[in-house]
């Protein structure tokens, strides 16, 4: 690192806020621009100030970091190596067609396409990389095919505001209709017949807040509200069943859940309500002919439970319990086929799918025998079909695609991903410890190294996390991670509290009230690797981004002893006066995870005590690579920027302190396939050099 440059020192403007009758000094709220919404919009508008400091700081952490731009170039080299750049999903059918994604050699963006299934003439429906010509930004945010396969409904962002451009496509001529439907959520769900699709608009505070229905082929300004959600603590989502016959329109926090329902072959009728909205209560939608079956946390089945109840009387009096609670088995979702159901559940923190025939309700179960895996799986297109399509990896074994037969249970492999530059399994090992945490909990932690790494306490280590909303990190495969790992890396991510990868319980006892167990829980399970001798403590490079850099800034704060450095990626750092500002996008809906400070002094004060960007003190603290995105809705780019300010003031020692801002992203980074892995070669070379082998 450049020893000789200085970093920037962004003034100090105080202002101060009370509430509750506490009285809060802020020295770096000039960083949020006034005008942020129309940031998010227009990058361009951002406060002449705040870029400078912003790209002061980027030109300071690209001064740092220039003694490692070779090895930044050798790890893109390596992790581009390891993707077979004209890659293909295995096409889904669909009646006539099968549709799929594939990548050209050398694009950034995924082709959309279909080929009949008679054996004719592929069609590209939509080709990524041209429709990002010219754009420093592009992601598609998403692309269905009508009923009647004449349209394709695709959406895209070029700003990373996340502010999607509705387009309709004819799947003939490959032209778009002459008009496009701004400010959407991404996507739309057609209607039966292929004459309307329904999309949900965001409000100027990016709040899906409005469920449109759109006639095709007419002025959108005549588009009519379906649904409009009114409480600003609530999202909203729309789909449809597998079977195609409902459209559902999804409201829901991260407690509470409400559903309502459309024919599909009405799409002009009123929606009707499953179940209103309690507290607490959730609940998501398929159906079967007159049944709907319903996955659900009612009646204390806190890791759900599957009922049934009829479409014309769907409200809580007459749901009937079809596969019952059980403590500890999570059921994560469930789709219903014309002849059976399926439910991907999880026990003892590894996933199964379990089919069950309709007919009579007999059950057989998919399981694997590593110690550490991931399985997932899609719905498809097909409701008539006795063929499902799963994925399985491990974090040594690459990710595989299977066609499962589940009236003979054949096991066909599909597609296995290729490794283009060569990947042995049996070079590595993959483990799975129970760290022990202060409280008695025992912590899981999937770990990945090579065979011939000296597990003596000497090998650097990167620890993972994540730890909110109930988001469970799988140990699946990661051809980023083997640059790290080939240079003597363990590579371990720690399922802590905040998730639910041990039941429902996990998660609520890392939110809320509970939240300083998810940073009690990462500590722990640096102190247990350490403890096992498959590292040092000045050795562990600790990763989180979102909330996971919320983790990774409350673990600086309370053990910045037990880590040699510390990636903080789009960090939720924060947290105190985003949950006070409730003109944010995201924090009404935010309440039922954190709680409201506004409302509740406790839960201010709890805040308070953990909030990385309120508890910064005079003491030395790692190194620290913070990033950020100028147009991210979610974790506002000001986040970062005051808490990399506030440190740099306040820190002792001179380990190094760096700020990165995408100023032409969001929340995800860099959208092109290869440009993201520039991004995290930048965080491998931070690591590796904070390990000292670079």
Request: glycine share 8%; proline share 5%; hydrophobic share 35%.
């Amino acid at each position: 690192m450049k020893k000789d440059a200085l970093p920037p020192c962004a003034d100090a403007r105080p202002v101060k806020h009370e509430t509750h009758g506490i009285s809060r000094q802020d020295d770096y709220g000039w960083l949020r621009a006034d005008n942020w919404q129309e940031v998010m919009r227009d990058p361009s508008t951002l406060d002449a100030d705040i870029r400078a400091y912003l790209e002061a700081e980027n030109a300071y952490q690209e001064a740092q970091m220039a003694p490692t731009k070779e090895l930044q170039d050798t790890l893109f080299s390596e992790m581009r190596g390891r993707i077979k750049e004209d890659d293909s999903s295995v096409p889904s059918p669909d009646g006539p067609y099968a549709y799929g994604m594939k990548y050209e050699t050398g694009g950034q963006q995924p082709i959309v396409f279909r080929t009949p299934r008679d054996g004719g003439k592929e069609t590209i429906l939509l080709h990524g990389d041209k429709e990002a010509e010219g754009k420093s930004y592009f992601r598609i945010g998403g692309a269905g095919h009508s009923p009647d396969h004449k349209l394709i409904a695709w959406a895209y962002d070029d700003k990373g505001s996340e502010f999607f451009s509705l387009r309709l496509r004819d799947s003939e001529t490959g032209k778009d209709l002459d008009y496009s439907i701004e400010d959407t959520a991404g996507g739309g769900v057609f209607c039966a017949d292929s004459k309307f699709i329904f999309y949900i608009r965001l409000d100027d505070n990016h709040r899906p807040s409005k469920l449109f229905r759109h006639e095709i082929g007419t002025d959108p300004a005549k588009d009519v509200l379906i649904y409009e959600e009114k409480d600003s603590g609530f999202f909203m989502g729309v789909g449809k069943t597998q079977s195609g016959e409902t459209i559902l329109i999804d409201i829901h926090d991260h407690e509470t859940s409400e559903v309502w329902m459309i024919p599909a072959d009405k799409p002009t009728s009123d929606p009707v309500l499953i179940a209103p909205r309690e507290t607490g209560i959730e609940y998501s939608i398929d159906d079967h002919g007159d049944t709907l079956y319903i996955l659900t946390n009612a009646d204390d089945a806190e890791d759900f439970k599957i009922v049934t109840a009829p479409k014309k009387a769907p409200g809580r009096d007459n749901w009937t319990d079809l596969v019952a609670h059980k403590p500890g088995c999570l059921i994560l979702s469930h789709c219903v086929y014309k002849t059976f159901m399926t439910r991907l559940e999880r026990e003892d923190g590894l996933p199964r799918i379990v089919i069950r025939r309709l007919v009579d309700n007999v059950e057989h179960s998919i399981a694997f025998d590593e110690e550490a895996y991931s399985l997932g799986m899609g719905g498809g297109y097909e409701f008539a079909t006795d063929t499902i399509r799963f994925t399985y990896s491990s974090m040594t074994t690459p990710s595989q695609t299977f066609d499962y037969n589940v009236e003979t249970r054949a096991r066909v492999l599909r597609k296995e991903q290729e490794v283009p530059s060569g990947h042995d399994a049996s070079d590595y090992v993959t483990r799975r410890l129970m760290a022990p945490a202060a409280d008695g909990e025992t912590v899981p932690v999937s770990l990945l190294y090579r065979k011939d790494t000296k597990l003596d306490g000497s090998a650097p280590l990167l620890l993972y996390g994540y730890g909110s909303y109930g988001i469970t990190i799988p140990a699946s495969f990661n051809t980023n991670c083997l640059s790290l790992v080939d240079r003597g890396f363990v590579y371990a991510i720690a399922h802590i509290r905040g998730g639910k990868d041990k039941g429902f319980r996990w998660y609520k006892d890392g939110r809320r009230e509970n939240k300083k167990n998810t940073f009690t829980d990462f500590i722990a399970a640096a102190d247990h690797l350490v403890a096992q001798s498959f590292t040092s403590h000045d050795r562990i490079v600790a990763q989180g981004g979102s909330a996971g850099g919320m983790l990774m800034g409350a673990v600086a704060n309370l053990a910045p002893e037990k880590f040699g450095g510390i990636i903080a990626e789009v960090p939720f750092v924060d947290v105190l006066a985003t949950m006070l500002d409730d003109t944010l996008p995201l924090t009404p809906p935010e309440w039922p995870e954190w709680g409201n400070p506004i409302a509740d002094k406790a839960a201010y004060e709890y805040i308070a005590s953990y909030s990385p960007y309120d508890n910064v003190e005079a003491k030395d603290y790692p190194a620290i690579l913070a990033v950020a995105g100028l147009t991210d809705p979610r974790v506002t780019y000001w986040e970062p920027a005051k808490w990399v300010a506030r440190l740099r003031a306040t820190k002792t020692g001179d380990a190094l302190l760096m700020l990165k801002t995408n100023m032409d992203a969001g929340h995800g980074g860099a959208s092109g396939r290869f440009d993201r892995l520039k991004e995290v070669a930048l965080n491998q070379a931070f690591s590796l050099m904070v390990a000292g082998k670079a």
